[in-house]
């Protein structure tokens, strides 16, 4: 129930910082030598997830629609998948309809906009 709990205050703004932190989580503990490799602890691979979502995330509020419930239903296949299916990243189907409805011309474009 706890857990639940953790997971029930997923929002359109707060996903990306969730998914950052069970994403150095899981790198941490299952691969540890790639995490080794680009940050030193937690907190720098969070800021450095943060900045890379921060790039594009104001795209993704604009152009589609969140569904709290998918954006559940990925964090938490992230969080239980075994090390194998998390470095595989066969958890990422799980997470495929977090943002829907989006108008890919206009996500595109902004995308695009930003990363320039």
């Keep these: ?21 069970v994403l150095c989580q899981r790198t941490e503990e299952c691969d540890k030598g790639a995490f080794e490799g680009r940050w030193s602890d937690q907190g720098e691979c969070r800021d450095d997830l943060d900045q ?3 790039e594009t995330m104001s795209c993704y509020l604009d152009n589609c629609t969140f569904d709290e419930a998918e954006a559940n239903d ?9 090390c194998d299916d ?9 997470c495929d309809n977090v943002w829907q409805e989006c108008d890919m011309v206009d996500l595109a474009l902004c995308i695009v906009g930003v990363a320039a």
């Design 52 to 54: 890379q979502y921060d």
């Design 1 to 21: 129930m706890l857990i639940f709990a953790l997971f029930a205050c997923v929002t359109a703004e707060n996903f990306a910082s969730k998914t950052d932190a």
């Design 86 to 94: 998390f470095t595989s990243a066969d958890y990422a189907s799980d």
């Design 74 to 82: 990925c964090l938490k296949a992230m969080r239980t998948s075994t």
